[in-house]
T-cell receptor, first 113, second 112 residues
Framework: DAGVIQSPRHEVTEMGQEVTLRCKPI?????LFWYRQTMMRGLELLIY????????DSGMPEDRFSAKMPNASFSTLKIQPSEPRDSAVYFC???????????FGPGTRLTVL | EDQVTQSPEALRLQEGESSSLNCSYT??????LFWYRQDPGKGPEFLFT???AGEEKEKERLKATLTKKESFLHITAPKPEDSATYLC?????????????FGGGTRLMVKP
């Protein structure tokens, strides 16, 4: 049974470049969450979707960040332009309707030089 | 604003030396408290959910307990493979999206 899939696992880019992170939730799950993890701030929720619709994006740090979920099996988190302070591990998590548990993917480690 | 504080930040134990990790929380109304385990380079792995004060859950050497202000993760006779970061998170009542607020984690190191 495949869990949450994220790609790429590692991304190194230069400041000013566009970065796109991808997530495939567990099949049948209808809620999807994007988190960012850093040593200083821990695990922070950026945005979450319910049935492909963005519900709360109050955690998105600024307009350089955007997220989409075009269908139930795919979501993207885009940073444009990227900055060194965006360096972090980005996690995607999904949840089945009617349950409370979120299941996390392996994460994407982003380094912006 | 929901807040979660975990202590200690790091804990070193000898194999077999039992101990407890603490998770203190402030939330308007608790819907659920979650424990996750995170290994280096991996995503958090779900362990337990607790819903009401007095509730306990067990899994192998781990036991989670809940009071109205805090939760404990008790580790009995730990083994080196229990080394990981343990994360606590809360979900508030009325939180339409069932969003989680995480604590900073406790990094556990168990030496053989």
């Amino acid at each position: 049974d495949a869990g949450v899939i994220q790609s790429p696992r590692h991304e190194v880019t230069e400041m000013g470049q566009e970065v796109t992170l991808r997530c495939k939730p567990i099949s049948g799950h209808n809620s999807l969450f994007w988190y960012r993890q850093t040593m200083m701030r821990g695990l922070e929720l950026l945005i979450y979707f319910n049935n492909n619709v963005p519900i709360d994006d109050s955690g998105m740090p600024e307009d350089r960040f955007s997220a989409k979920m075009p269908n139930a099996s795919f979501s993207t988190l885009k940073i444009q332009p990227s900055e060194p302070r965006d360096s972090a591990v980005y996690f995607c998590a999904s949840r089945l309707a009617g349950t409370d548990t979120q299941y996390f993917g392996p994460g994407t480690r982003l380094t912006v030089l | 604003e929901d807040q979660v504080t975990q202590s200690p930040e790091a804990l070193r134990l000898q194999e077999g030396e039992s101990s407890s990790l603490n998770c203190s929380y402030t939330v308007s109304g608790l819907r659920g408290l979650f424990w996750y385990r995170q290994d280096p380079g991996k995503g958090p792995e779900f362990l337990f959910t607790l819903y009401s004060a007095g509730e306990e859950k067990e899994k192998e050497r781990l036991k989670a307990t809940l009071t109205k202000k805090e939760s404990f993760l008790h580790i009995t006779a730990p083994k080196p493979e229990d080394s990981a970061t343990y994360l606590c998170a809360v979900q508030a009542v009325g939180n339409a999206g069932n969003m989680l607020t995480f604590g900073g984690g406790t990094r556990l190191m168990v030496k053989p």
